[in-house]
């Protein structure tokens, strides 16, 4: 399966961006599925629940299951984060995955940085950061997107991708 990572800074546009590429690729008929990272405490399940009763007693993983979807809670119990490779393999096959955040890994990303972003763009040290969108002209050494021509930057993501096939 194929990945695009869209990173940033906090309140910097990710989610909007990330939400919109998911919607455009899905328009363009591909199975779409997304990893979103948060460097904060998250937790799905609520205390008192049946679900986190199991996980505090001590279960590795608990899948909650309804008839509109499911879930799966796994706990790390002091283990290390895992890598996005491994999250990958765990999820259903599929023709894209787009991955908001983890912008400390290794994999193609385009960075989402507006001028209400005060932090220095992240493209300045990550190699890994191959377009930018923004709504104001940034420097960056390769393409920059409007942030609202999603259109576009869906675009050069899908051609890079078929140009990186040809290549390997």
């Not at 909650?64 to 491994?86: C, F, N, T, V, W």
Request: charge should be negative; glycine fraction near 6%.
């Amino acid at each position: 399966m194929k990945s695009i990572g869209i990173v940033g800074w906090k309140n910097c546009g990710k989610t909007t961006l990330a939400s919109a590429v998911i919607k455009e690729l899905s328009a363009r008929g591909f199975k779409v599925n997304s990893v979103k990272h948060a460097h904060h405490y998250v937790d799905v399940d609520q205390q008192g629940t049946d679900s986190y009763r199991h996980r505090e007693a001590g279960a590795n993983e608990v899948l909650l299951a309804s008839g509109q979807r499911y879930a799966i809670m796994h706990e790390l119990r002091d283990a290390p984060e895992p890598k996005l490779d491994e999250l990958l393999a765990r999820m259903s096959p599929c023709d894209w995955v787009v991955v908001e955040g983890m912008k400390s890994h290794r994999h193609p990303k385009v960075e989402v940085h507006l001028q209400t972003c005060d932090q220095t763009p992240l493209f300045h040290t990550d190699p890994d950061v191959i377009a930018v969108a923004t709504d104001q002209p940034l420097g960056f050494d390769g393409p920059e997107f409007d942030i609202n021509d999603v259109k576009s930057l869906v675009d050069f993501i899908l051609v890079r991708e078929s140009d990186e096939a040809v290549t390997e």
